[in-house]
């Protein structure tokens, strides 16, 4: 298959398997710490510029507002798919195959990958580039790809 072509349809059946994604605030922290650890000489504003490359920050991102979703595609008895790294890799410890059109995939990766995107797209969802299982409906992000004039959900304080 070539970059230009897109899989031919096939009968089969797919499933969508959801990842809980409460907790952002923590998944962002711990990513910082992750690379602040790692680069212990960035200034405050670098680092938070390095983090949000591969994970919103909690107070704009769309999970926290219901606007977004992390999927993996999986068999319909339950086998997750391949689709080149786990969900959450970051772009360090997958090299960057973590990106929805890395080049570094298997091709059985982006044909998978390729599925996502058009069931997901037909939908009226986006994708975050930097992360083939986060996709979006309502957003910043998704009103910026679209045209829209604002986003439909905003982040919501539960008090904690």
């Not at 977004?68 to 999986?74: E, F, G, N, R, S």
């Not at 957003?139 to 604002?150: E, K, M, N, T, V």
Request: proline share 9%; hydrophobic share 35%.
């Amino acid at each position: 298959m070539t970059a230009t072509e897109t899989p031919a349809v096939r009968p089969a059946v797919y499933n969508f398997r959801g990842r809980k994604t409460v907790g952002p605030t923590r998944y962002f922290d711990a990513y910082a710490a992750e690379l602040r650890r790692a680069n212990p000489h960035w200034p405050d504003d670098h680092l938070r510029t390095q983090t949000s490359r591969s994970l919103a920050p909690p107070e704009i991102g769309p999970h926290v507002a219901g606007a977004a979703v992390d999927l993996t595609l999986c068999t319909t008895d339950g086998h997750e798919l391949d689709l080149g790294t786990p969900v959450d890799a970051s772009p360090e410890d997958s090299a960057g195959a973590c990106c929805t059109g890395a080049p570094n995939i298997s091709d059985r990766a982006r044909r998978n990958r390729l599925v996502l995107r058009a069931a997901l797209t037909t939908a009226g969802l986006v994708n975050y580039p930097t992360e083939w299982w986060h996709w979006s409906y309502g957003d910043r992000y998704r009103a910026l790809l679209s045209g829209a004039p604002a986003a439909l959900y905003g982040p919501v304080n539960c008090g904690r």
